[in-house]
């Protein structure tokens, strides 16, 4: 039992293997072509724990290459070196499966040294990442390989994965191990779809509990205090910190504040406080914005706040800046406006002035009409008058559509009874 759970449970077969039914399902592309034993050069895509190296092992032990295996962050230029001149050996006649772990933290050199092996067929690369691999891994490779992107396994197939994980230490212990069945549930659903934490769990449940008349039972108060925080699936660098990110922003512009609280909980849960409050002030301005003005000081508050007296209190005013930026109306006429003028500012087409709108300074000789002209609106009725503000080059731009809510649209009739007298 010196081995870890997670190896000792290894599938003997594809049925075995709990989770990714978009890969593995009867008739799958995935599956067909493991089936067909003519495997082809591979990127498993997805987050830890969800099965992307037990697929790897099952597939070497149906091929009669040599398997190898090598992870990208221990890795040396010695070690792929070593991997080559295994080829010219006996272990190398049929060829060598490669299965390269986090090929991610491998840089584009090394990366670069295994394309000649890989495209002369005498290496077949299966390669995991947890990063996305169109960012992370060299072109010519990805260009030879097919990616498939494995998912956070659902809890009722994780719960398949730690009853079977109860049944083998059982077999292998001296004492029976008992589980409830709310225990067993629980890590199912706290792993956040990582097997291989729901699995150490297993383990650990069966450590930390005591036998008490011949048996270890295990109940959901033990494994709640071991999975307290396993649920929170975080990597301030990887995808998963700017999909949860995404996933906040996206759910407050979509004006539902369910999803957004969820959120929320998410991000402060991985201690993350700075994202949340950056996020929330763009939402504001960005997706609110001027149908409902007010709100940026308000959500501006609500983070000082946040920022202030830190956690776990800083949860309160942020739900509450959360909650309203979701109900509130919506605009994005401002975004639009500025991305508008961006764009025309990178072209080049808005510089200059209008001659009016220029500090007042002397005219050059070469000047053909003498003096500014600039018209002070005050002076006028309404206290507008009509002059150009825009450079000739975009004089006749229009970047602000007024939003269809109440606010704008007042401002709109206000303006536009003024303009058309």
């Not at 969800?50 to 295996?69: C, E, M």
């Not at 260009?143 to 197939?157: C, G, H």
């Not at 000789?365 to 002209?373: H, M, P, S, T, Y």
Request: aromatic share 8%.
């Amino acid at each position: 039992m010196d081995s870890p759970l997670a190896d000792r449970l290894r599938p003997k077969k594809l049925d075995d293997i709990v989770g990714q039914h978009h890969l593995l399902d009867s008739g799958r592309p995935l599956r067909n072509i493991i089936e067909s034993g003519s495997i082809p050069n591979m990127v498993f895509y997805g987050p830890s724990g969800v099965g992307k190296t037990t697929l790897a092992s099952y597939i070497a032990k149906l091929t009669n290459r040599t398997f190898r295996r090598l992870n990208g962050t221990t890795a040396s230029t010695a070690d792929i070196k070593s991997l080559f001149e295994e080829l010219s050996g006996f272990t190398g006649i049929n060829g060598i499966l490669l299965y390269l772990d986090e090929i991610q933290y491998f840089n584009k050199k090394q990366q670069q040294t295994l394309l000649e092996y890989i495209e002369n067929g005498s290496i077949t690369l299966i390669a995991s990442t947890t990063e996305n691999p169109y960012f992370y891994v060299y072109g010519a490779i990805l260009s030879r390989s097919t990616v498939f992107e494995f998912k956070p396994v659902e809890k009722d197939d994780v719960l398949i994965a730690v009853k079977r994980a109860y049944k083998v230490i059982t077999e292998e212990s001296d004492i029976p191990v008992e589980i409830d069945e709310d225990a067993a549930a629980h890590i199912s659903y706290a792993c956040a779809g990582d097997v291989r934490k729901a699995l150490n769990a297993v383990e650990l449940s069966v450590s930390a509990t005591k036998a008490e008349n011949g048996v270890i039972h295990i109940t959901k108060e033990t494994v709640s205090q071991l999975t307290q925080r396993s649920a929170v699936r975080y990597d301030r660098e990887g995808d998963e910190h700017y999909d949860l990110l995404s996933a906040f922003q996206k759910s407050m512009r979509g004006s539902d504040p369910d999803a957004a609280v969820l959120y929320l909980a998410r991000i402060l849960a991985a201690n993350d406080l700075p994202s949340a409050c950056r996020r929330l002030m763009v939402c504001a301005c960005e997706d609110v914005g001027l149908a409902n003005p007010q709100i940026i000081p308000i959500v501006k508050a609500a983070v000082d706040a946040a920022l202030m007296v830190g956690m776990p209190e800083a949860r309160i005013p942020l739900a509450d800046a959360v909650i309203l930026v979701a109900q509130s109306p919506k605009s994005n006429s401002a975004y639009n406006a500025i991305a508008a003028a961006m764009s025309d500012v990178e072209a080049g087409k808005a510089g200059g002035f209008p001659r009016q709108l220029q500090n007042k300074h002397f005219d050059g000789e070469d000047a053909e009409v003498k003096g500014q002209f600039y018209l002070y609106p005050h002076d006028f009725p309404d206290h507008w008058v009509r002059q150009q503000y825009l450079p000739d080059g975009v004089r006749d731009a229009v970047y602000y559509i007024p939003g269809d809510n109440k606010n704008e649209q007042a401002y709109k009739s206000y303006w536009d009874k003024i303009k058309n007298k």
